[in-house]
């Protein structure tokens, strides 16, 4: 009962900080409460994405309403109802999983991955690509960003070892590529790698080496792109419906399953080649999919939403993979 109440109360302290945050983050942007409201909520709760930070609110409703004098919910691995882990663990072996909201998925790990003291924090970028990054010049933004997080985590702490893997490429797969091959200026597919490779070596000279340098002793991976849906892209027909769907929602499945899976592979070929170029781990993905019609896709029971993977199996297989980058083995 006692264990009940301790934790009712911290998720009330939890939703109370949260919805400050939230608060603070619409009517005060400006207010130097944000940023350290946003860097205690990101290290008790383990990940900077806004899905994490709301949870609390989600799981009081599920145990007060839902489930009263029951046994107490404490994580809902749901895309729709997020996630939020209790009590945070002490650690001294740290995984930050760093980049576009797959990171936050990939963060729902069990407890049996966590048997050696490794605790995975995320820094959520939000909804970022390489070519965005690229010709947005964020490098610099997303480097100082990533530090600050880092730095309160560990500060107090005993650190022995750890390790950045960094995930993008998704949304350039689901939506960038088919826009810019469809309706954007003309370029040819060749043409377009060549950008896309670009805007890689990008990424990499400039947030993935210069993360590694600033924290000598780290181990640094790149996740591969993780293959989207089966499911038929939205039907459009030109630049202007593209806009306009993406202000229903962002960054809509676009293209033939045909059409992604091509460009998933390509674009994994690129980043695999990269991290051998700078010395990185490439960090496998995909060979824990189901095939789906002679190729890998998310299916739908693994995917809450067909986009991220909420399959515990494949969440703890994907960590697994940095887990045994941090013993010495071989990606």
């Given at each position: 009962m006692l264990r009940k109440i301790v934790y009712l109360a911290y998720l009330i302290k939890i939703s109370i900080i949260s919805i400050a945050y939230r608060a603070t983050n619409k009517y005060f942007p400006n207010s130097p409460w944000k940023l350290w409201i946003k860097l205690y909520l990101s290290k008790e709760l383990r990940s900077s994405h806004d899905r994490r930070h709301m949870s609390a609110l989600t799981l009081l409703q599920a145990n007060l309403v839902h489930r009263p004098f029951s046994t107490i919910i404490t994580n809902l691995n749901d895309e729709n109802r997020s996630y939020l882990v209790w009590p945070r663990m002490k650690s001294t072996k740290l995984i930050y999983l760093i980049g576009d909201s797959h990171v936050e998925f990939y963060g729902r790990?069990?407890?049996?991955?966590?048997?050696?003291?490794?605790?995975?924090?995320?820094?959520?970028?939000?909804?970022?690509?390489?070519?965005?990054?690229?010709?947005?010049?964020?490098?610099?933004?997303?480097?100082?960003?990533?530090?600050?997080?880092?730095?309160?985590?560990?500060?107090?702490?005993?650190?022995?070892?750890?390790?950045?893997?960094?995930?993008?490429?998704?949304?350039?797969i689901r939506c960038?590529?088919?826009?810019?091959?469809?309706?954007?200026p003309k370029i040819s597919f060749l043409k377009l790698m060549d950008k896309f490779e670009s805007a890689v070596d990008y990424f990499f000279l400039q947030v993935v080496c210069v993360m590694k340098a600033r924290y000598p002793g780290c181990g640094v991976g790149v996740f591969e792109v993780l293959y989207c849906t089966d499911l038929p892209g939205e039907s459009v027909t030109s630049d202007k419906e593209i806009k306009e769907l993406l202000k229903l929602r962002p960054y809509p499945i676009l293209g033939t399953f045909d059409?992604?899976?091509?460009?998933?592979e390509d674009i994994n070929?690129?980043?695999?080649?990269?991290?051998?170029?700078h010395g990185i781990d490439f960090l496998p993905v995909n060979r824990y999919l189901k095939v789906k019609d002679g190729r890998k896709a998310l299916?739908?029971?693994?995917?809450?939403?067909?986009?991220?993977?909420?399959?515990?199996?494949?969440?703890?297989?994907?960590?697994?993979?940095?887990?045994?980058?941090?013993?010495?083995?071989?990606?």
């Amino acid at each position: 009962m006692l264990r009940k109440i301790v934790y009712l109360a911290y998720l009330i302290k939890i939703s109370i900080i949260s919805i400050a945050y939230r608060a603070t983050n619409k009517y005060f942007p400006n207010s130097p409460w944000k940023l350290w409201i946003k860097l205690y909520l990101s290290k008790e709760l383990r990940s900077s994405h806004d899905r994490r930070h709301m949870s609390a609110l989600t799981l009081l409703q599920a145990n007060l309403v839902h489930r009263p004098f029951s046994t107490i919910i404490t994580n809902l691995n749901d895309e729709n109802r997020s996630y939020l882990v209790w009590p945070r663990m002490k650690s001294t072996k740290l995984i930050y999983l760093i980049g576009d909201s797959h990171v936050e998925f990939y963060g729902r790990c069990s407890k049996v991955i966590l048997e050696d003291n490794f605790g995975p924090y995320v820094l959520w970028l939000g909804p970022k690509t390489f070519l965005g990054g690229y010709f947005s010049g964020l490098a610099n933004e997303w480097v100082e960003y990533c530090s600050k997080l880092v730095n309160y985590i560990e500060k107090d702490d005993l650190i022995e070892q750890r390790y950045f893997a960094f995930s993008l490429g998704s949304i350039d797969i689901r939506c960038m590529f088919f826009q810019l091959l469809r309706f954007g200026p003309k370029i040819s597919f060749l043409k377009l790698m060549d950008k896309f490779e670009s805007a890689v070596d990008y990424f990499f000279l400039q947030v993935v080496c210069v993360m590694k340098a600033r924290y000598p002793g780290c181990g640094v991976g790149v996740f591969e792109v993780l293959y989207c849906t089966d499911l038929p892209g939205e039907s459009v027909t030109s630049d202007k419906e593209i806009k306009e769907l993406l202000k229903l929602r962002p960054y809509p499945i676009l293209g033939t399953f045909d059409e992604r899976s091509a460009w998933c592979e390509d674009i994994n070929e690129v980043i695999s080649l990269a991290c051998k170029r700078h010395g990185i781990d490439f960090l496998p993905v995909n060979r824990y999919l189901k095939v789906k019609d002679g190729r890998k896709a998310l299916a739908e029971e693994d995917s809450g939403d067909r986009f991220h993977t909420t399959n515990q199996y494949l969440i703890d297989n994907i960590l697994s993979e940095v887990v045994n980058c941090m013993r010495g083995r071989v990606c």
